[in-house]
């Protein structure tokens, strides 16, 4: 993803800011980090230069950040201060949304604890970071589904860290004598703490609980997506060992994988869109290890009824065949389609001859 340019480069600038020099010193190795930035982003900024004339059309790192940083993407009519205002209460809304009401302020409480009682700033930055990018830069804000994955984990460790710290403190304070008003506040504090990480647990196994533009993938009330949750019951109803299932996309491999969670019955072992990219050895051996498993009594190749069959068939048998020569007799039959019916997918069985 495109924005951890933006985050490593403002994290180090606000590390370099911080450090105990001198003030002299920290605007040099400012310069000198700077200067080492721009000559990296050299031949980026020559490909800039020459497509300029074709920028509407450019796919990738150029027509993103003019996207990201167009004044349309904050206030509807532009002026500074909504415009500003309208990133912050985005920013703020959407992550407390996602990791909790209480929990995603506090994290930073457990961040500055971090910082300030064992001396470990990174995580601090990071969140300040995402902060000021998100503050400046709207496209940022509307790519949330994507730049929170960033702030997340650092929102995690800060809750980790705070909670043990205020266990510690709360155990220390049944032995030695403490102020009780403190006492009691860490309490409070302790409990809406636990009571919001019990509700984000549900949110694992029940991904529409996140209010997300994703999530009404996974509820039954959306007529548009209740197909995969009808789809993985009657995939755990029809199998009745252990199997492995392939899929034609990876956003279906994942949906599923997730609504089948903790299952261990079905292995959604890989997409066909993703094998034709690259793919590293070590997936390769992985793959040919579990198809040739045989503690897997099936193997289901999962279709979009919408997508070529034929074609579909053919480079899955190729892929199969290329890395595995023991695959290439191999043979795809239907497989109860009367299950399968309305739910806009085909399921074939593989045979290994």
């Known amino acids: 993803m495109y924005t951890n340019v933006f985050l490593i480069f403002v994290c180090s600038i606000i590390g370099i800011f911080f450090l105990k020099i001198k003030l002299s010193f920290k605007f040099k190795e400012l310069i000198i980090y700077c200067v080492a930035s721009l000559?990296?982003?050299?031949?980026?900024?020559?490909?800039?230069?020459?497509?300029?004339?074709n920028i509407d059309n450019d796919q990738g790192f150029i027509l993103w950040g003019k996207w990201a940083f167009s004044q349309s993407q904050g206030a509807v009519s532009f002026q500074l201060f909504d415009y500003l205002k309208s990133n912050i209460i985005s920013w703020y809304t959407f992550n407390s949304n996602i990791f909790g009401l209480f929990l995603f302020p506090l994290s930073l409480v457990g961040l500055l604890i971090l910082k300030k009682k064992y001396y470990i700033n990174i995580f601090l930055y990071l969140f300040i970071s995402h902060f000021l990018i998100s503050f400046f830069m709207a496209g940022f804000n509307y790519a949330q589904p994507r730049t929170s994955a960033y702030l997340m984990p650092v929102c995690s460790l800060g809750i980790s860290i705070l909670l043990y710290n205020l266990s510690t403190y709360l155990l220390n304070g049944i032995k030695y004598k403490i102020n009780y008003s403190k006492f009691i506040c860490y309490i409070i504090i302790l409990f809406l703490l636990s009571f919001e990480i019990l509700i984000s647990t549900k949110k694992i196994f029940n991904p529409e609980l996140i209010k997300t533009n994703w999530s009404n993938r996974y509820t039954t009330e959306n007529n548009k997506y209740n197909k995969y949750k009808k789809l993985?019951?009657?995939?755990?109803?029809?199998?009745?060992?252990?199997?492995?299932?392939?899929?034609?996309?990876?956003?279906?491999?994942?949906?599923?994988?997730?609504?089948?969670?903790?299952?261990?019955?079905?292995?959604?072992?890989?997409?066909?869109?993703?094998?034709?990219?690259?793919?590293?050895?070590?997936?390769?051996?992985?793959?040919n290890k579990n198809l040739l498993d045989p503690k897997y009594d099936l193997i289901l190749f999962l279709n979009s009824t919408d997508e070529n069959i034929v074609k579909n068939k053919k480079d899955l048998k190729l892929f199969l065949c290329k890395n595995n020569t023991l695959l290439c007799?191999?043979?795809?039959?239907?497989?109860?389609?009367?299950?399968?019916?309305?739910l806009n997918f085909e399921i074939y069985k593989l045979v290994i001859k």
Not at 39 to 53: H, M
Not at 269 to 286: A, T, Y
């Open 39 to 53: 000559i990296l982003l050299l031949p980026a900024i020559i490909v800039f230069i020459y497509t300029l004339d």
């Open 232 to 287: 993985n019951k009657i995939l755990n109803n029809v199998i009745e060992k252990e199997a492995l299932v392939i899929t034609n996309y990876n956003s279906h491999r994942i949906i599923l994988s997730s609504l089948n969670y903790p299952n261990k019955n079905i292995n959604y072992l890989f997409s066909l869109d993703s094998i034709r990219q690259n793919i590293n050895d070590i997936k390769l051996n992985l793959i």
């Open 329 to 342: 007799n191999i043979q795809l039959t239907e497989f109860n389609q009367n299950f399968f019916i309305n």
